[in-house]
């Protein structure tokens, strides 16, 4: 099963609009890391939170992370056309060999012009 | 600076046929990760290695896949005999340092068909 759970999995927004996504994770995690892929392309790194940080912001993008639940989230500020892609959180775990990464399942984000 | 390169970018073969995915770190990263991306089960890990190195290889689903790293700057994830549920994108990525406090990068990946 995987270890991240993104929500919802597809979202549909307008330009300028902000977009919200979740991740819900299962076990302790080291850090959780924020991934885009645009169609046809690889992975991107956008964000790295520590699982001591409680919120980090990069640009337009504000990731906060709650260990009492499991869970984070990415915000997008005034969304463009560009930002359609897909969203992916992936955890680090303790005690894992190396930098092990597990990805969730991701949010298919489009922003409508 | 060059990201990750994967060749080829797309691959179509016919069932029974051999399928070798290659990739090139960027370079300086010590370590390399296999991923097998579908629809159905999403991005999964297949194999990593650590200084070239196999270090955890239990995503790998079945005998029919191997990947070596002769080098810091080369590794190829074989399939031999391929069958069509084979079919997927398969990325190839690295990072610096096994601190897990640090990003992957991701090459473009291959685009395999098995007819």
């Known amino acids: 099963s995987q270890q991240g759970e993104e929500d919802p999995q597809a979202l549909s927004i307008q330009e300028g609009e902000n977009a919200t996504m979740n991740c819900s994770y299962k076990?302790?995690?080291?850090?959780l890391q924020w991934y885009r892929q645009n169609s046809g392309r690889g992975l991107v790194h956008l964000i790295l939170?520590?699982?001591?940080?409680r919120e980090k912001h990069s640009g337009r993008l504000r990731v906060t992370l709650d260990t009492s639940k499991k869970s984070s989230s990415l915000l997008i500020t005034a969304s463009r056309a560009a930002d359609t892609a897909s969203y992916f959180c992936?955890?680090?775990?303790?005690?894992?060999?190396?930098?092990?990464?597990?990805f969730g399942g991701g949010t298919r984000v489009l922003v409508k012009p | 600076d060059a990201g990750v390169i994967q060749s080829p970018r797309h691959e179509v073969t016919e069932m029974g046929q051999e399928v070798t995915l290659r990739c090139k770190p960027i370079?300086?990263?010590?370590?390399l990760f296999w991923y097998r991306q579908t629809m159905m089960r999403g991005l999964e890990l297949l194999i990593y290695f650590n200084n070239n190195v196999p270090i955890d290889d239990s995503g790998m689903p079945e005998d029919r896949f191997s990947a070596k790293m002769p080098n810091a700057s080369f590794s190829t994830l074989k399939i031999q005999p391929s069958e069509p549920r084979d079919s997927a994108v398969y990325f190839c990525a690295s990072s610096f340092d096994g601190n897990s406090n640090q990003p992957q990068h991701f090459g473009d990946g291959t685009r395999l068909s098995i007819l």
């Open positions: 370079s300086g990263h010590d370590y």
């Open positions: 939170i520590r699982s001591n940080e």
């Open positions: 076990t302790s995690i080291n850090n």
């Open positions: 992936a955890t680090g775990v303790p005690g894992a060999a190396g930098n092990k990464l597990t």
